[in-house]
């Protein structure tokens, strides 16, 4: 069965750091464009970040841009959020998600219909 499982979730300051990972089991992801998309109460899920099953194109929300960082580690079957200077607006449940579609094009505006697989989530509170 595929699945993806996210973790690092947590509470933090404004200001300050988290990584969130996604490991992935049941098949191999390592051809998949992979994503972070996140949900805050009350609202849509939004796209955040995404990487190419190569690592070598990543594409980012406006929101997330230079603040975020997304990597890959294929050979752990993982994935990776880095977020830096983090700001109360950035409190949600965090979803790793694994597709078939360019970076860029998880990121549009219908971007989650590319999505095969979805992780539970993990929740990142950003404390002001």
């Known amino acids: 069965q595929e699945k993806l499982v996210e973790s690092g979730g947590g509470l933090v300051q404004a200001g300050g750091s988290l990584r969130l990972s996604c490991t992935a089991s049941g098949r191999t992801f390592s051809s998949a464009t992979m994503g972070w998309f996140r949900q805050a109460p009350g609202k849509e899920r939004e796209f955040v970040a995404a990487i190419t099953w190569s690592g070598g194109t990543t594409y980012y929300a406006s929101s997330a841009k230079g603040r975020f960082t997304i990597s890959r580690d294929n050979a752990k079957n993982t994935v990776y959020l880095q977020m830096n200077s983090l700001k109360p607006d950035d409190t949600a449940v965090y979803y790793c998600?694994?597709?078939?579609?360019?970076?860029?094009?998880?990121?549009?505006?219908?971007?989650?219909?590319?999505?095969?697989?979805w992780g539970q989530g993990t929740l990142v509170t950003v404390s002001s």
């Open positions: 998600a694994a597709g078939r579609s360019t970076a860029q094009a998880m990121g549009a505006p219908i971007g989650h219909r590319y999505i095969e697989v």
